[in-house]
């Protein structure tokens, strides 16, 4: 039944130590995006995936970057987390028949991601 | 800047009442919706609605649009325990959704 995942639920990384967050859907849409969202804050828009073509917020830290090898996964990377890139990273899909966001989009449980 | 403003930021109701959340955004819009999450879920989609809509219905909820207020309602009807979560708005002007802060409701039993 899950149409979007994302693995793993929690993760604990180091200071500075690289780590990869991961998202995957069975609905074949054509749009993905990753958000971040901090506690008790609105989820911040990071990038989107139209297909192939990335898009990058202009107000995304160069420390995030993005990958989508196919239609059905894509990966957060986080080159070097500080301690202020603790928080909730949610993905979420959307058709993209009609443009990038007239339409519902559909949230994965999230990521919790903890630096210590 | 924040696009969705939403109003109150905390709520508490007895079961079996109303809940009704504000949000009002600043720029013209294509569409809003209102979005649920449970405390440390991921966002479910509750509903659309377009800019040339005025209210629309789901089940036990309303929500209304006033764009010459730049304005949004979500009224949940006869409220559950199981509706305690947070409610965000989501304005959609450029092509992506740009989030409110939330509204936190706690409907106790």
């Known amino acids: 039944d899950a149409m979007v995942i994302q693995n793993p639920r929690y993760q604990v990384t180091q200071f500075g130590k690289p780590v990869t967050l991961s998202c995957s859907q069975t609905l074949n849409h054509n749009v993905m995006y990753w958000y971040q969202q901090k506690s008790s804050q609105a989820p911040k828009l990071l990038f989107h995936?139209?297909?192939?073509?990335?898009?990058n917020e202009a107000d995304t830290p160069d420390n995030f970057q993005s990958r989508r090898p196919n239609t059905s996964f894509c990966f957060l990377d986080i080159r070097s987390p500080g301690l202020g890139d603790a928080a909730m990273y949610l993905c979420a899909t959307s058709r993209g028949d009609s443009g990038i966001s007239q339409e519902t989009q559909y949230f994965g449980p999230g990521t919790r991601l903890l630096v210590l | 800047s924040q696009q969705g403003e939403e109003d109150p930021q905390a709520l508490s109701i007895q079961e079996g009442e109303n809940a009704t959340m504000n949000c009002s955004y600043k720029t013209s819009i294509n569409n809003l919706q209102w979005y649920r999450q449970n405390s440390g879920r991921g966002l479910v989609h509750l509903i659309l609605i377009r800019s040339n809509e005025r209210e629309k219905h789901s089940g036990r909820l309303r929500v209304t649009l006033d764009t010459s207020k730049k304005s949004s309602s979500l009224l949940i009807t006869a409220s559950r325990a199981a509706d305690t979560a947070s409610y965000f708005c989501?304005?959609?002007?450029?092509?992506?959704?740009?989030f409110g802060q939330g509204t936190t409701l706690q409907v106790k039993p």
């Open positions: 995936y139209y297909d192939k073509d990335f898009n």
């Open positions: 989501a304005t959609d002007n450029t092509g992506k959704l740009i």
